[in-house]
């Protein structure tokens, strides 16, 4: 491997002294662009063919053969520590964290390169997933709290446990509750949480009560990412999109890892999971119904995943929504942007029950006292297992890390979250 580690640090320090000689990329003329396009594909094709025949054994070696669970940031830094050439070093990444998404050097589209290799082999992308699907630091340090008060404020998602239920409430009323980092850390550690404690047996998700003056006092759901953020490079390939989905998404639907004495039948702990859905859920909150148990609906809400018009790859609501709804009406809510009405007849694939607003807390309360039975776990995770096997979210994954960190850099996406941003918090009507 000496020979291909030679050649990838030559490939990368040639495209990363054209590049410095370059202005900022924000302020390049056409022609200087294009240089620095051939200078990045020129990289990249030698990253991939790197990667391709030694992925797996940079992976083993990062891990001390699996033996090491690495969380994504952590996995990214030391390959870019590692293997010159092939990821950006700490101190580009950081300077690229400070800029606007429009100003940045798309050094992400190379983590996606090698993440992609990472998560196609079976053995080294299960081991990634797997350490993705332990407790957070965070959580196992704020458990004993929660285990005592049997409630917690994390700052965008209030956690709280009623009985043998964990009542989980999304509260960014400045946003309708669009995702951002800060929310993906703390919905991360409330769901640890609420699988963590042995008093939970059923878990619920609501969004809180807005003060946007066009839903004051009322509850929404979620109005997907936020928009605002990432048009600020606040959005990151790892840190939002990748975690989102392998980090507390995965936990709702396939259960938080843990290794204790008697987790060698059931290494998991699983729990059931409603959602209740005011007003609407949109894009990222769309995805979010589709890994849960129950989905109650109010009458005057809606559904809508409008990726192609924000010009981004849902999560895995490709994977999921096909599914659920059929290939027609994934391609109408997908690429046409057609929004589901709670009332008419197809929300009924993507939800159990429509319900009038004002009984909406009756109807939590019953579906979770329906759903608090030791074997509807055990059903769930066959049902789980049957639909979406491990190996194929896998394998989705993959490709997601490579075409959303395409996504994410290309000029449509920068032109449109320039333009939505500013109405990113105002009402979709």
Same mark, same amino acid.
């Given at each position: ?6 050649t990838l ?8 002294? =054209?590049?410095?000689a370059?202005?900022?990329?924000a302020d390049?003329?056409p ?15 030698v ?45 580009r990444?950081a ?6 998404q ?19 082999s ?6 990634l ?29 209030r956690?709280?446990r @009623?009985?043998?239920?964990a ?12 995702? $951002?980092?800060?929310q ?10 609420? =699988? ?10 609501r969004?809180?009560? *807005?003060t946007?003056p ?24 790892t840190?939002?999109?990748l ?5 507390y ?5 396939r259960?938080l ?8 039948h059931?290494?998991?702990?699983e ?6 859905? $005011?007003?609407f859920?949109i ?9 849960f ?29 096909? @599914?659920l709804?059929?290939?027609r ?14 009332? #008419? ?6 939800v159990d029950?429509?319900v009038?607003p004002?009984? *909406? ?29 491990? #190996?194929?979210?896998?394998?989705? *994954? ?5 075409q ?6 290309s000029?449509d ?6 333009r ?10």
């Amino acid at each position: 491997m000496a020979a291909a580690r030679r050649t990838l640090a030559e490939a990368g320090e040639r495209a990363d002294t =054209l590049l410095a000689a370059l202005p900022e990329p924000a302020d390049r003329t056409p022609e200087q662009q294009a240089l620095a396009t051939d200078a990045k594909n020129a990289a990249r094709s030698v990253r991939s063919r790197f990667l391709r025949l030694h992925g797996d054994a940079v992976y083993q070696h990062l891990t001390d053969g699996h033996r090491l669970d690495l969380r994504l940031p952590e996995l990214v830094a030391g390959a870019a520590a590692g293997w010159p050439g092939l990821l950006a070093n700490a101190e580009r990444t950081a300077a690229e964290q400070g800029r606007p998404q429009a100003a940045k050097e798309d050094l992400e589209i190379d983590q996606g390169l090698f993440l992609r290799e990472v998560l196609r082999s079976p053995a080294s992308g299960r081991h990634l997933i797997d350490a993705m699907a332990l407790p957070t630091a965070r959580a196992l340090q704020l458990l004993p709290e929660f285990q005592r008060t049997g409630e917690l404020d994390l700052g965008s998602v209030r956690l709280e446990r @009623r009985g043998s239920a964990a009542h989980l409430t999304m509260c960014r009323p400045d946003c309708l509750n669009a995702e $951002d980092e800060r929310q993906v850390e703390d919905m991360e550690t409330a769901v640890d949480l609420a =699988l963590l404690d042995p008093q939970v047996r059923v878990c619920v998700l609501r969004g809180g009560e *807005m003060t946007h003056p066009r839903y004051r006092g009322r509850r929404v759901f979620s109005a997907g990412i936020n928009l605002k953020s990432l048009h600020s490079g606040e959005i990151s390939l790892t840190g939002f999109l990748l975690r989102r989905e392998l980090g507390y998404i995965n936990k709702i639907l396939r259960g938080l890892r843990v290794e204790h004495a008697g987790s060698w039948h059931t290494p998991v702990i699983e729990k059931p999971w409603v959602a209740a859905v $005011d007003t609407f859920a949109i894009g990222g909150g769309a995805q979010l119904l589709m890994v849960f148990d129950r989905v109650l609906a109010a009458a005057d809400s809606y559904v809508s995943l409008p990726a192609a018009q924000e010009g981004i790859v849902p999560g895995a609501g490709n994977l999921r929504l096909s @599914r659920l709804a059929g290939g027609r009406v994934s391609r109408q809510v997908v690429l046409w942007g057609r929004r589901i009405q709670a009332a #008419e007849p197809d929300a009924r694939l993507l939800v159990d029950e429509v319900v009038e607003p004002d009984r *909406m807390d009756q109807a939590v309360a019953e579906s979770l006292e329906r759903l608090d039975s030791p074997a509807v776990v055990t059903n769930r995770r066959m049902l789980n297992l049957a639909e979406e096997p491990p #190996e194929q979210f896998q394998q989705y *994954m993959a490709e997601f890390a490579m075409q959303q960190a395409l996504r994410l850099y290309s000029q449509d996406v920068i032109g449109k979250v320039g333009r939505f941003s500013a109405a990113a918090t105002t009402a979709r009507s």
